[in-house]
């Protein structure tokens, strides 16, 4: 069982950074494949991107490629994802999750955080 649990949304302007963090519960963190989705009011769950266990590899959606960076420190149980040249379509709750494979698909992560809002002003 993970836990997961996201902070660093807010309401900043286009153009501006934020740093998503999310911490996880237990000792097994340093197993999962993580990644971070995102959903719009009115549109379904989106990938935004995902991490391998190690950090060695990274995978991202085409709208956010070279905008924003997943990184992650198995040391501190965190995965975090840095956002910068927002723009108003990033607005959005942006969710955490843990899984085994390695995947943009939400249907295969086992584990969720509660999302954090991100509302990008024009």
């Known amino acids: 069982q993970v836990q997961l649990v996201e902070s660093g949304g807010g309401l900043v302007q286009a153009g501006d950074s934020l740093r998503l963090s999310c911490a996880a519960s237990?000792?097994?963190?340093?197993?999962?494949?993580m990644g971070w989705f995102r959903q719009a009011p009115g549109k379904e769950r989106e990938f935004v991107a995902c991490?391998?266990?190690?950090?060695?590899?990274?995978y991202y959606a085409d709208s956010v490629k070279g905008r924003f960076t997943i990184s992650r420190d198995n040391a501190k149980n965190t995965v975090y994802l840095q956002m910068n040249s927002l723009k108003p379509e990033d607005t959005a709750v942006y969710y955490c999750?843990?899984?085994?494979?390695?995947?943009?698909?939400?249907?295969?992560?086992?584990?969720w955080g509660q999302g954090t809002q991100v509302t990008v002003s024009s």
């Open positions: 999750a843990a899984g085994q494979g390695w995947t943009a698909v939400a249907g295969r992560y086992d584990y």
């Open positions: 237990g000792r097994t963190f340093s197993t999962y494949v």
């Open positions: 991490i391998m266990r190690s950090g060695g590899g990274t």
